[in-house]
């Protein structure tokens, strides 16, 4: 009874040791200084393309701009999009463009906390300095709003900040948006810009228990987002075969209308609304020439190119 006793005790000792490790763990690196100037007209084009507009504005409610989004509803709890104005006590208003670099690109705040990744910010993990002085001087010309967004609905154990940190380290992988030399302009812009800015995984890949990607099913759909909304397949030959060609899927990224008259509904109708409808015509034709490319870009070469990141263990804490 006493070696069990004692077995007992140590064990919630190292248990104990384990979490406050994990805890203490500190995640994010502090950026260079972001000394380039910003060019507003290139980051609100980069707002728009990143969804910052769609989702951190509730525009049914009447919100202001980026004063804070609609709650997105999942299997975890109850999300808020934050206050991005430049308020300085509910907004960003008192931060630095290298905190901003770091939330952006890495999801720690300025307070050194994991952000829950409802912000889809694995995508955005490649910016650049330039694509980050362009945003951040973009979110200077917004009106400030002084109101604080409505705190995170999550019950234990998904409220712990510091299991995050357990998330981060399986499931934070960078995007793969650089270019590559044996493909056209716009089929890497298009890469560039659904790998990456419009986070096109983060809705059409399904997800595990757990809230990470399935990387063997990129773009495969997902029935199971926020709301009870569902996000098709968005593989090549599940496109053609439901009648997308290119130009249309350019034309509904512009228009949100279907190949077929009908209009896209929930969360796609809104991206369309407050983002893609913004982008050049040759932008939203890149995205689609990428998606469809299904010899060299395709459904076969984009679970290739997910799973290799995956084997590489390429993450950023």
């Known amino acids: ?18 979490l406050a490790a994990v805890i203490a763990w500190p995640v994010g690196s502090a950026p260079a200084p ?26 049914e409610v009447g919100g202001a701009p980026l004063a804070g989004g609609a709650p997105l509803e999942t299997d975890f709890g109850t999300f808020y999009p934050s206050n991005l104005t430049p308020d300085p ?5 008192d931060w630095t463009a290298e905190s901003f670099a770091k939330a952006v690109r890495q999801g720690i705040g300025p307070d050194g906390e994991p952000y829950f990744p409802a912000f889809p910010y694995p995508f955005y993990a490649e910016f650049s300095d330039q694509n980050i002085a362009d945003l951040w001087a973009a979110f200077q010309t917004v009106t400030p709003v002084a109101e604080p967004a409505p705190e ?26 650089e270019p590559l030399p044996d493909r056209s302009d716009a089929w890497n812009r298009g890469r560039e810009l659904v790998r990456g800015a419009a986070h096109c995984g983060a809705c059409h890949t399904p997800r595990n228990l757990a809230g990470g ?13 926020p709301g ?14 439901n009648g997308w060609t290119v130009s249309s899927l350019a034309y509904a990224l512009q228009s949100g209308v279907t190949p077929s008259g009908d209009a896209f509904g929930g969360s796609m109708a809104e991206v369309v609304r407050e983002g893609t409808r913004f982008l050049s015509s040759q932008d939203r034709e890149a995205m689609a020439i990428y998606l469809f490319d299904a010899e060299v870009g395709g459904a076969d070469d984009i679970v290739k190119e997910e799973g290799e990141s995956a084997e590489r263990k390429t993450r950023i804490d």
């Not at 999550?154 to 793969?176: H, I, M, T």
């Not at 990607?213 to 987002?225: K, M």
Request: charged share 20%; glycine share 12%.
């Open 1 to 18: 009874m006493r070696r069990i006793i004692y077995w007992s005790v140590g064990a919630a000792a190292l248990g104990g040791a384990a």
């Open 34 to 59: 972001i000394e380039l100037e910003g060019n507003v007209d290139r980051g609100a084009y980069l707002a728009r393309a990143s969804g910052c507009i769609a989702c951190h504005s509730n525009f």
């Open 89 to 93: 006590e509910h907004g960003i208003g």
């Open 152 to 177: 995170h609905d999550v019950s234990f154990p998904f409220d712990q900040r510091w299991g995050l940190k357990l998330w981060r380290a399986a499931f934070f992988y960078e995007p793969n948006t």
């Open 213 to 225: 990607r399935d990387l063997g099913a990129v773009f495969a759909g997902n029935a199971e987002l």
């Open 228 to 241: 009870g909304s569902k996000a098709p397949s968005i593989r090549a030959e599940d496109l053609e075969q």
